[in-house]
């Protein structure tokens, strides 16, 4: 099983630009979640979804998008990047029969 | 809302040393479950052990045990026998029941290991 995969590992975008960070996962978990990690702020919550067609917003969301077309996809779309989405970024997908979420290996994207 | 405090930033220990790293918590849930995660410089999230808040009993893996104080809303992680794959950033973490992947982190402690 290749658990929860992300793509692309680096990515360097201008100020204005928009793109989409992919993540998937072949472990048929209904949870899935985007989280941001900035240095000293340990890992927030952007957005999360509980099953196909269903989101919801986390702590940090704005200027994030997000949908679940399907179990094993959920893409975070950046409309119009900012220096602020500096950051490295972790998908992370769970399952009501496990206790502990599994993560992707991240993305770092640097807004220029 | 929940939060996570980890309130050392940085700690270091010797080889074969113990060291224990503070988490504490704030919640209104009675169920719950509390994480160690560790991440080295590969950027990978590794789970180091867990904690279901309805066990009394303090979790243990191998070298890595719990300090679980419901009651204090405390979750501290020791690690006995250190060894240099040990260093790391280490995150505590907080999830509600019925939430799978939605966690609440701590800030992070970095470990360092020295010979």
């Known amino acids: 099983n290749a658990g929860v995969t992300q793509t692309p590992k680096f990515q360097v975008l201008k100020t204005g630009q928009s793109m989409t960070l992919q993540c998937a996962q072949d472990?048929?978990?209904?949870?899935m979640s985007w989280y941001r990690q900035d240095p000293g702020m340990g890992l927030r919550l952007i957005h999360y979804?509980?099953?196909?067609?269903?989101?919801d917003q986390g702590e940090v969301p704005n200027g994030y998008n997000v949908s679940r077309s399907t179990t094993e996809d959920f893409p975070l779309r950046l409309l119009s990047a900012a220096p602020s989405q500096t950051s490295v970024y972790f998908c992370?997908?769970?399952?009501?029969?496990?206790?502990?979420?599994?993560f992707g290996q991240g993305t770092r994207l640097t807004v220029v | 809302a929940q939060t996570v405090t980890q309130s050392q930033p940085e700690m270091s220990v010797q080889e074969a040393e113990t060291v224990t790293l503070s988490c504490t918590y704030d919640?209104?849930?009675?169920?719950?479950?509390l994480f160690w995660y560790k991440q080295p410089p590969s950027r990978q999230m590794i789970l180091v052990i867990r904690?279901?808040?309805?066990?009394?009993q303090n979790a243990t893996e191998n070298r890595f045990s719990v300090n679980f104080q419901k009651a204090a809303k405390s979750f501290s992680l020791k690690i006995s026998d250190s060894q240099l794959g040990d260093a790391a950033m280490y995150f505590c973490?907080?999830?509600?029941?019925?939430?799978?992947?939605?966690?609440?982190f701590g800030t992070g402690t970095r470990l360092q290991v020295t010979l």
């Open positions: 992370a997908s769970g399952t009501g029969g496990r206790t502990e979420a599994f």
């Open positions: 472990m048929n978990h209904e949870y």
């Open positions: 979804s509980v099953g196909a067609g269903i989101t």
């Open positions: 919640t209104s849930e009675s169920d719950y479950y």
């Open positions: 904690q279901e808040a309805y066990k009394q």
């Open positions: 973490a907080y999830r509600a029941t019925g939430t799978a992947s939605k966690l609440t």
